[in-house]
């Protein structure tokens, strides 16, 4: 199923250089992937359609990844059964690191409308964007947004819950900060974690033998995307070349990505 995704990744780096050169000479509106960017908008009223997070409305942008799939609500879909189960869970505290513009923390906040959510995002621009999907969506007094996250930080806020929920896209850093030897709550918090072996190689072993003792964990694959998950069709989307309507949905990997869903043996009681 998946013996096309190397070729499918280094193809993609090849429309990335196109891109480039595309972006120098033309409008954005007129450019293929602004002119897939509009059309979506447009279908969606700038609202997710679909997935966990369907009817969260959406800035004109996403902040260091692809837009197109977070607008159709069919970014990281694979997360998707694994993100009914954390919503489930009821945390009142829901820890996002790396947050970029917010797809996970605001969509997390309107699913668990009585949690708190910290949301930690290290670029300015991508906090800016953040503070606007908040307002965008009515959640602003329930998302705090933090910038860089550090174990320290990340101790004090666990120390404040009994129950915990971490989502963690940072990039490498991940096996910096989850230490359950130096923050202890960690063996008693859910985590959803993206791991990034094209960073460091055998992160995610690394990772998952720290938590072996105290989680059961389950190792999520990326799955291909494909031109047919783009629903729209108009003329010029016929005119396209199909490797633009791949790309548009495609999440624009270096290279096969997964993620660690993690689940504590043991689990603080909820407070009565």
Not at 123 to 135: D, N, S, V
Not at 152 to 174: F, H, K
Not at 239 to 254: G, H, I, K, N
Request: overall charge positive.
């Amino acid at each position: 199923m998946f013996d096309n995704f190397k070729k499918n990744s280094e193809r993609y780096r090849d429309y990335e250089v196109i891109a480039k050169f595309i972006r120098l000479a033309i409008p954005a509106r007129w450019r293929p992937i602004g002119y897939l960017e509009h059309l979506v908008r447009s279908r969606t009223g700038g609202r997710i359609p679909k997935g966990p997070f369907a009817g969260m409305r959406y800035i004109h942008t996403a902040f260091g990844s692809a837009y197109v799939p977070k607008l159709l609500g069919i970014y990281e879909r694979e997360l998707n059964p694994f993100i009914e189960q954390a919503c489930a869970l009821n945390c009142p505290l829901i820890v996002d690191v790396g947050a970029a513009e917010g797809y996970y923390a605001i969509g997390m906040a309107l699913r668990n409308p009585d949690a708190r959510v910290i949301a930690f995002e290290m670029e300015q621009k991508g906090r800016a964007a953040l503070k606007e999907m908040a307002e965008l969506n009515n959640v602003t007094s329930r998302v705090e947004i933090r910038a860089r996250c550090k174990r320290p930080d990340l101790a004090q806020i666990l120390a404040t819950s009994d129950r915990a929920l971490i989502l963690c896209d940072a990039e490498g850093d991940e096996e910096t900060l989850l230490d359950p030897e130096t923050i202890p709550m960690l063996a008693h918090t859910h985590l959803l974690v993206e791991v990034h072996e094209f960073v460091s190689a055998g992160i995610a072993e690394r990772v998952m033998k720290r938590f072996a003792a105290t989680h059961k964990i389950r190792r999520i694959w990326q799955e291909d995307r494909h031109r047919s998950d783009l629903p729209f069709a108009t003329l010029g989307t016929t005119l396209l070349p199909r490797f633009y309507l791949d790309w548009s949905v495609s999440e624009w990997r270096p290279e096969r990505m997964s993620w660690l869903w993690m689940e504590p043996r043991t689990v603080n009681a909820p407070a009565a």
